[in-house]
């Protein structure tokens, strides 16, 4: 089946530098989602990509979906406090009728030190 | 945008008793539905999945079933809870290309 490697797996960084993640795949996908997770909640849709080479940006986050559309990543310029939280890349193949199956990556834990 | 609704938000439940987790969907109609289940805070695993009424497909077997008794409706059920049943449920619905998340429902087995 599809497996999605998301890295790194956990980030410790000073407010206000720039943080980096990404995702790659075995398979192509149709859609890369990125999503936020504060504790004990469900996770957040940060930036949703539906084409490839597609860039966008959300105030200070960034998102690509890769030219081969088997990899996405997320930027996050100037950090603060309450950027701290799991974040969740997602493929997303839409196979037929069957519904639109997402794939999630294992999750980065960013922290940000003050 | 659609909004998920899902309840209870946490549950404590004896070894041997049953379940029910509910989720609603405003915004959208005939949305595609999932349960998944989160071990640690890290990594999402698909239950259940359903394109419509009465249409739910299982991804892996366990102790636990879905029901999709009205269109925006999905209900996570167990007749006899197990100890490894704990953990973090999050319902999720797409009406396109896009999915929301509910804000999750923590059940302790115990």
């Known amino acids: 089946g599809q497996q999605l490697n998301q890295s790194p797996q956990s980030m410790f960084i000073q407010e206000g530098e720039d943080v980096s993640m990404n995702c790659t795949s075995s398979s192509i996908f149709n859609t890369w989602l990125w999503y936020k997770q504060d504790p004990g909640e469900g996770p957040v849709l940060l930036i949703a990509l539906y084409k490839a080479g597609e860039l966008t940006s959300n105030g200070r986050l960034t998102a690509q979906f890769g030219i081969t559309r088997k990899d996405s990543f997320l930027n996050i310029s100037a950090s603060i406090p309450s950027d701290v939280g799991i974040y969740f890349c997602a493929g997303q193949l839409q196979v037929g009728t069957s519904g639109s199956r997402l794939t999630f990556g294992e999750g980065t834990q960013l922290t940000v030190n003050p | 945008s659609q909004t998920i609704h899902q309840w209870p938000a946490t549950l404590v439940q004896p070894v041997g008793s049953p379940l029910s987790l509910e989720c609603t969907v405003e915004g959208t109609s005939n949305p595609n539905l999932y349960w998944y289940r989160q071990a640690a805070g890290r990594g999402l695993q698909l239950l259940f999945y359903?394109?419509?009424?009465?249409?739910i497909s299982s991804e892996v077997p366990q102790n636990l079933s879905a029901s999709r008794p009205q269109d925006r409706q999905f209900i996570l059920s167990s007749k006899k809870l197990l100890l490894s049943d704990s953990g973090f449920y999050l319902c999720?619905?797409?009406?396109?290309?896009?999915?929301?998340f509910g804000e999750g429902s923590w059940l302790t087995v115990v």
């Open positions: 999720a619905g797409s009406a396109g290309n896009t999915i929301y």
């Open positions: 359903s394109v419509g009424i009465g249409q």
